[in-house]
C-alpha cells in the first residue's frame, strides 16, 4: 500500500511544481488561474476533463485537486492541466461512516492545499464538483482573495444517500443533507447543476443562482469506428459502463441477459467500472453459471472507455426507476449515441424527459424480463437498431460539448468580468 503523504508535504509539492503558463489566445485581456476540486479521479471524470481542458485550450492555467489511484503520481500534468492527486480512495464503501470519514479526510486535505496554492498566486476561480457538497468550503481562502466559486452539483446528495444507505426523505439525516446542501449553494457565487430535474429541487430548496448544464460528450474522444475498423469476430457486444451501485441496476441487466443468452449465438455481456455492487455482481454471474459470456472490467480511463463504447453493438443502461435512480441523468447515454451504437434505456423519469423511442430502446425500469426482450429485439432487428443509432448520432451531434461549450464558457465570462474582464467567446 501507498503509504499516505502529509497534507503539509502535498501542500508545499504542489507549489513548487508550477507547470509554465500556457501562451494565452490572441483574444483574452490576460489569463486566468482556474482550479478545481473534485472527490474523483481525473482521468475517468469527463465532466472535469471537459471543463479543465476547456480553459486550457483558451489559454488559461489549469490545476485540479483529486483523488489518486494506486500507483499514480501526486502531481502530474495532462494535456495541460497540473492534476494534483492528494489521497488515494478504492471505490469499495458500504458503511456512511467510513465514507464520511474519507470525504472529511478530503476536506481537510483540498483545504489545506488550496490555501497553500492561493498564497502563491491567487486563483480567479475555483470551481468545486460535488460529492460531497461541502467540499466548497475548502475554497474559503481563495474567495477571501477574490476568486469567484462556482460548486458544481453532478449528484444531489440527499437523495443519493436515501438510496445508497437506505434512508427516508423524512429522517433527520436527510434533512441535514439539505441544509448542507442550502448552505454550501448560499457560499458559492453560482450552481451548476446537472439536469433540468434536479435543477428545480436545488433552485427550490437551495438556490435561484443555478444554471443546467448536462454532461454533454466530447464528440472527439466519443465517436463511431471507421467500417474497416470494426471487429470481425462474430460475437455480439452488450455494454454496460459505469459506477456499480445498486441504482444503476446492473444486477437487472446481468439476470436478463442470462434468460436470453441461448437464444443470441455469440452474444456476451461486458460491465466496466467499480462499486461497491461489485462482488455481487461477480457472485452472481458465477450462480447464474455465465462466466464465459459475462465479464467485469475494471474501470479504465475516458480514451480507452470511448475505444470500448464504439467498439461494442448495444449499450446497456438499466437504472432503477425508484428513488434517486428515476432522476439522475446517465451521460453514458450520450456517450453511446456519439459513438453510433444502439442503446436500450430504463423508462425513468429523467430519460422520458430527454429521449424517445425514435432514439433509445426503452424498458420497463425493472424488468428483467423486459429488458431480455429488448436484447433480443436489438440483437435481431439490427437495420431498425442502426437507424435508431443513427438518429440518436445526430441528437448527440445538436448536444454535444463541441456545441453547448458555450454555455460554460459564457457563466465564467460572467463571474469572472466584474471588476476583471475577459472575452471568453
Given at each position: 500500500m501507498i503509504h499516505e503523504t502529509s497534507v503539509s508535504t502535498l501542500a508545499s509539492a504542489a507549489t513548487r511544481a508550477e507547470v509554465a503558463p500556457s501562451e494565452a489566445p490572441a483574444h483574452a485581456t490576460r489569463q486566468l488561474r482556474v482550479c478545481h476540486v473534485a472527490y474523483?479521479?481525473?482521468?475517468?471524470?469527463?465532466?472535469?476533463?471537459?471543463?479543465?481542458?476547456?480553459?486550457?485550450?483558451?489559454?488559461?492555467?489549469?490545476?485540479?485537486?483529486?483523488?489518486?489511484?494506486?500507483?499514480?503520481?501526486?502531481?502530474?500534468?495532462?494535456?495541460?492541466?497540473?492534476?494534483?492527486?492528494?489521497?488515494?480512495?478504492?471505490?469499495?464503501?458500504?458503511?456512511?461512516?467510513?465514507?464520511?470519514?474519507?470525504?472529511?479526510?478530503?476536506?481537510?486535505?483540498?483545504?489545506?492545499?488550496?490555501?497553500?496554492?492561493?498564497?502563491?498566486?491567487?486563483?480567479?476561480?475555483?470551481?468545486?464538483?460535488?460529492?460531497?457538497?461541502?467540499?466548497?468550503?475548502?475554497?474559503?481562502?481563495?474567495?477571501?482573495?477574490?476568486?469567484?466559486?462556482?460548486?458544481?452539483?453532478?449528484?444531489?446528495?440527499?437523495?443519493?444517500?436515501?438510496?445508497?444507505?437506505?434512508?427516508?426523505?423524512?429522517?433527520?439525516?436527510?434533512?441535514?443533507?439539505v441544509a448542507v446542501e442550502r448552505a454550501s449553494c448560499s457560499f458559492a457565487n453560482h450552481v451548476i447543476v446537472a439536469n433540468d430535474l434536479w435543477h428545480a429541487t436545488v433552485a427550490r430548496r437551495s438556490s435561484r443562482r443555478c444554471t443546467t448544464i448536462l454532461n454533454y460528450p466530447d464528440v472527439s474522444v466519443f465517436k463511431p469506428v471507421a467500417p474497416e475498423c470494426r471487429r470481425a469476430d462474430g460475437r455480439f457486444l452488450f455494454l454496460y459502463p459505469g459506477s456499480l451501485n445498486y441504482h444503476q441496476g446492473v444486477d437487472v441487466a446481468v439476470r436478463a441477459f442470462s434468460l436470453v443468452a441461448g437464444q443470441m449465438p455469440g452474444s456476451e455481456f461486458h460491465i466496466y467500472g467499480e462499486g461497491p455492487m461489485r462482488p455481487r455482481l461477480v457472485r452472481l454471474v458465477d450462480e447464474l453459471g455465465l462466466k464465459d459470456r459475462v465479464a467485469i472490467h475494471d474501470r479504465v480511463s475516458i480514451g480507452d472507455m470511448a475505444a470500448v463504447i464504439a467498439s461494442s453493438d448495444a449499450g446497456v443502461v438499466p437504472k432503477r426507476a425508484d428513488g434517486f435512480g428515476n432522476e439522475a441523468f446517465s451521460t453514458k447515454i450520450l456517450e453511446f449515441m456519439a459513438s453510433g451504437v444502439p442503446v436500450i434505456v430504463s423508462r425513468t423519469r429523467v430519460d422520458q424527459h430527454h429521449f424517445d423511442h425514435t432514439i433509445v430502446r426503452f424498458f420497463a425500469s425493472g424488468d428483467e424480463r423486459d429488458l431480455a426482450a429488448a436484447m433480443v429485439d436489438t440483437y435481431y432487428n439490427r437495420s431498425e437498431a442502426t437507424q435508431r443509432a443513427a438518429a440518436a448520432r445526430t441528437f448527440a451531434l445538436r448536444n454535444s460539448w463541441q456545441q453547448r461549450g458555450i454555455e460554460y464558457r459564457s457563466l465564467v465570462e460572467s463571474l469572472v468580468s466584474s471588476p476583471r474582464r475577459l472575452a471568453l467567446n
Open positions: 474523483t479521479f481525473y482521468e475517468a471524470d469527463n465532466r472535469v476533463i471537459r471543463y479543465a481542458r476547456e480553459m486550457v485550450a483558451l489559454g488559461h492555467s489549469v490545476d485540479v485537486i483529486a483523488l489518486r489511484k494506486s500507483g499514480q503520481r501526486f502531481v502530474e500534468t495532462v494535456d495541460g492541466v497540473r492534476v494534483l492527486r492528494i489521497q488515494q480512495r478504492s471505490i469499495t464503501e458500504t458503511a456512511a461512516a467510513v465514507y464520511l470519514a474519507k470525504l472529511l479526510w478530503f476536506l481537510v486535505k483540498s483545504t489545506t492545499v488550496l490555501t497553500g496554492l492561493t498564497v502563491r498566486h491567487r486563483y480567479d476561480l475555483v470551481h468545486v464538483h460535488n460529492i460531497p457538497d461541502f467540499l466548497v468550503f475548502s475554497a474559503l481562502v481563495p474567495k477571501l482573495t477574490g476568486a469567484r466559486l462556482i460548486l458544481d452539483i453532478h449528484d444531489v446528495v440527499p437523495e443519493l444517500y436515501c438510496g445508497k444507505f437506505g434512508v427516508t426523505d423524512g429522517s433527520a439525516i436527510f434533512k441535514s443533507l
